[in-house]
């Protein structure tokens, strides 16, 4: 059974990076075939992919937050991680880290997520 747990501050300051850790159990980062994914969602509003990390390693982001946005993995750890740039005061939103198999349009496996709020 794979699981993944979400860690990070949950307040950022405006213009700060936020940065998150999702740790994975029962299964490595590194297996063929499996991508391993950021997303967030706001209270009351839809998913947004942020990005992910492939099984070599390659990181790919979403267009609209790719100038601000890194996603990396330690192997060693069996972690990996996303940094948001210059955050702004906006709606909470939960951030989520998953496991694709085989492409982006699908998750199996979720963490439960962790809330981080940007004040004004």
């Known amino acids: 059974q794979v699981q993944l747990q979400e860690s990070g501050p949950g307040l950022v300051k405006p213009s700060q990076t936020l940065s998150l850790t999702c740790t994975v159990s029962?299964?490595?980062?590194?297996?063929?075939?499996?991508?391993w994914t950021w997303i967030r969602q706001p209270p009351g509003k839809g998913l947004e992919w942020m990005g992910g990390?492939?099984?070599?390693?390659?990181?790919y982001y979403s267009p609209s937050l790719r100038s601000r946005t890194s996603i990396s993995r330690d192997t060693s750890k069996n972690q990996f991680t996303l940094q948001l740039s210059s955050v702004t005061p906006e709606a909470p939103a939960v951030y989520y880290c998953?496991?694709?198999?085989?492409?982006?349009?699908?998750?199996?496996?979720w963490g439960k997520g962790t809330l981080v709020t940007v004040p004004s």
């Open positions: 990390i492939n099984d070599s390693g390659t990181p």
């Open positions: 998953a496991r694709s198999p085989r492409g982006w349009s699908t998750m199996d496996y």
């Open positions: 029962g299964g490595s980062i590194t297996t063929d075939n499996y991508y």
